[in-house]
């Protein structure tokens, strides 16, 4: 319940920011993705305690775009990075993940509405496939 309420408050924030976001947010928001990036290769975490901070900044990184404090509060209220704490150094993760965190930033840059919210109903899927993977090898 917890992704798909993230990906109903992602869907929100993407309806809310789409075409509204400068040059400078969109390089912030690639750079977001770069850093998550950096923590998982392939379906492999690298870095379990990093991935799970870098992951955290970049999907707040709409919500804080929005100008709605209320919109953000529900999202952290979510505690999605808490419930990451199952995810290990060397476990599995969906190679979506990463994967759709730049197909959004590009969806931004084109000013695609529909093609990003696709992307985040399929990434909710990809969360929580990784979840109840990463909880089954705990």
Do not use: C
């Not at 809310?16 to 998982?40: C, S, W, Y």
């Not at 775009?65 to 999202?75: S, V, W």
């Amino acid at each position: 319940a917890r992704y798909d309420g993230r990906k109903a408050l992602e869907m929100a924030a993407v309806s809310l920011t789409m075409g509204r976001l400068n040059e400078a947010q969109l390089a912030e928001f690639r750079i977001l993705a770069d850093q998550t990036a950096k923590h998982v290769e392939g379906e492999k975490i690298l870095d379990r305690e990093e991935f799970i901070r870098t992951n955290d900044l970049y999907h707040d990184f709409l919500f804080r775009q929005t100008g709605n404090p209320h919109l953000r509060a529900a999202y952290e209220a979510l505690e999605v990075a808490e419930d990451m704490a199952a995810l290990q150094t060397g476990g599995w993760i969906s190679a979506d993940i990463i994967k759709e965190h730049y197909e959004l930033v590009d969806a931004f840059e084109a000013n695609d509405l529909a093609k990003a919210m696709e992307i985040v109903t399929h990434h909710a899927e990809a969360s929580k496939a990784s979840m109840h993977r990463a909880r089954d090898d705990a």
